[in-house]
């Protein structure tokens, strides 16, 4: 027992439209108060876990940690162990950047948030969030892109939640004061930007939005 080191548990619906549990999984590397299973994303044969205070530097910067793996056949899938579990690291380190609390996969690509990263790439910005797109590439996820919010100042929690589908993803940013025109501040508001993916494998924000009330 290690306290506050977290699991995942996998269920499988039958024939008869019920549940059942097939796998409980804990990484290797579990240690003490990591919160493994705080977020997770299953698409297909795909799936992440986050490990929210998971703690990779030895120095307590609790960065987060995420943890995932995919199969290529329902039978290898349904034989998932622990060893299975692959980590993913996130380029930029930061102290309790959240890596992970966001988590969405769709085919090929991945999004993980961190969503108390620096919000631009000066290395001085806010704690405003970032995020990730990673690629399923030769049997693992390949970091690609390191996405920013277009308003760093006035986002918050960009990369709090996410959903992706086909090329599109939609990355929520729960904190933000500025509407979609980045103007009109109302505090903790919130927003969201949606990106898509382009011919060259990058992805582009097309459009920020937010709640007409």
């Not at 299973?37 to 120095?59: M, Y």
């Not at 380190?93 to 000066?122: K, M, T």
Request: hydrophobic share 40%.
């Amino acid at each position: 027992s290690l306290a506050g080191a977290g699991a995942a548990y996998l269920f499988k619906r039958d024939a008869n439209q019920s549940w059942s549990q097939i796998a409980k999984l804990v990484p290797q590397d579990r240690a003490i108060g990591d919160a493994f299973g705080a977020s997770v994303a299953l698409d297909g044969l795909a799936f992440l876990i986050c490990a929210l205070e998971k703690d990779e530097s030895n120095i307590n910067l609790r960065t987060g940690l995420v943890y995932g793996t995919r199969f290529e056949t329902t039978a290898a899938f349904e034989q998932v162990a622990n060893t299975d579990l692959q980590r993913i690291f996130a380029s930029r380190v930061g102290v309790r950047d959240l890596f992970g609390n966001g988590l969405a996969i769709s085919g090929d690509w991945a999004f993980l948030g961190a969503a108390a990263g620096e919000s631009d790439d000066s290395g001085f910005g806010r704690a405003n969030g970032h995020g990730y797109f990673y690629k399923w590439e030769n049997g693992s996820w390949v970091e690609k892109q390191v996405v920013y919010p277009s308003d760093p100042d006035n986002s918050g929690s960009f990369g709090f939640a996410v959903d992706m589908d086909g090329g599109v993803a939609v990355v929520g940013a729960a904190s933000a004061t500025s509407d979609a025109m980045n103007a009109n501040p109302v505090a903790a508001a919130g927003a969201a930007h949606i990106y898509e993916l382009q011919p060259d494998d990058s992805w582009k924000e097309e459009e920020k939005i937010s709640g007409s009330e």
